[in-house]
């Protein structure tokens, strides 16, 4: 990061500059408006839908609108813990149709489960290995290889912060393992779900399963593969396995 974005945070100590509409740090428990975030942009320009609507009416930020929201600054880690609080603004009828979502891609997600289970005994391989280079999972027993899974990494549950990351804004991981995963963000966006649209959020185990039915069913995948990690587990969708030849 650019050592003119720092600043010193009073709650948080040496952190980066974020910027946000003064709606947002009033109350930020709405829905937000901004960018995919990316490696360069971790923490894109986000304002409300009272500012959103004087943005589409111009289709731009100018001389126009710009009056229109008042940005103020804030740290990193004061943007992602208001982000995160904007998790549970759901309207009734949004709240409904998360929760039939959920439940219906959790049943979806159990019949792919066993399907996958019955035709390839995922559990009773001796040993897992992914190659994100690759984006190939593969099962072996005594160094040989039994089945090989294409993957799509969905995210990551951290036991010890307890959240929930979204692969799509973990910039550790490789680009070509993260790229499909995308197309539930932009599901989220377009039903209004913010468990698939906000990058990182407090979260358990059961949630990080919750979100990984759902992305299982955006993409079509086959199933999911849940892998232990130092600090928690590593949530994978199973695009493509098949028996290693």
Sequence with gaps: MPTNNALQC???????VTYVCKH????????WYCDYPSE????????????DEAFQKEGEWNEKNEN?????????????ERLASSLEFLEQDVLQAW????TDCHE???????????????????????????????FSNNGIPAVIADVEFIGS??????????????????????????????????????????????????HGWEVSAVATHVLSAKGVYRAPTENGFLFMAIMEVGRSS
């Design 108 to 138: 979806e997600l159990c019949a792919k489960q066993d399907a996958l289970e019955t035709l390839f005994s995922l559990s009773k391989h001796k040993r897992w290995d992914y190659d994100q280079s690759t984006g190939l999972l593969t």
């Design 40 to 51: 360069d942009n971790r923490w894109p320009d986000a304002w409300c839908q009272q500012c």
């Design 10 to 16: 009073a709650q948080h100590g040496d952190a980066f």
């Design 99 to 102: 929760n039939a979502v959920v």
């Design 157 to 206: 549950y951290s036991t010890v912060s307890e959240t929930w990351l979204w692969s799509w804004s973990n910039f550790h991981l490789l680009e070509n393992v993260r790229t499909r995963i995308k197309a539930v963000r932009e599901y989220g966006e377009h039903r209004a779900f913010p468990r698939l649209t906000i990058p990182k959020w407090p979260a358990d185990e059961v």
């Design 24 to 31: 947002l740090v009033d109350q930020p428990r709405q829905r």
């Design 68 to 80: 229109a929201t008042d940005i103020k600054i804030i740290c990193n880690s004061c943007y992602e």
